[in-house]
């Protein structure tokens, strides 16, 4: 399973906007149920247009909604 280097808030943001289904993200954001259950999961990252249109959908700036967890790497 590949995941992706970032975190992200969206089924918590879901449940603090009276409990929005995945159908009803989707719905706003133009995907499919499967899109978002995906991104929950931490096994899909989104397009940068998506990623914004998750954030209006939900009412949050983008960096509420993912964080990025990158590791610092030097080149030897």
């Known amino acids: 399973m590949t995941t992706v280097p970032f ?3 969206i089924r918590r943001l879901r449940f603090e906007r009276d409990e929005m289904t995945q ?3 989707a719905d706003a954001c133009g995907v499919t149920r499967q899109t978002i259950n995906a991104l929950e999961a931490g096994r899909y990252g989104p397009s940068l247009e998506l990623a914004f249109r998750i954030g209006l959908a939900l009412d949050v700036p983008l ?3 993912f964080q990025w967890q990158h590791t610092n790497t ?3």
Do not use: I
């Open 7 to 9: 975190t992200n808030a």
């Open 63 to 65: 960096t509420d909604v």
């Open 74 to 76: 030097t080149a030897s």
């Open 23 to 25: 159908q009803a993200l």
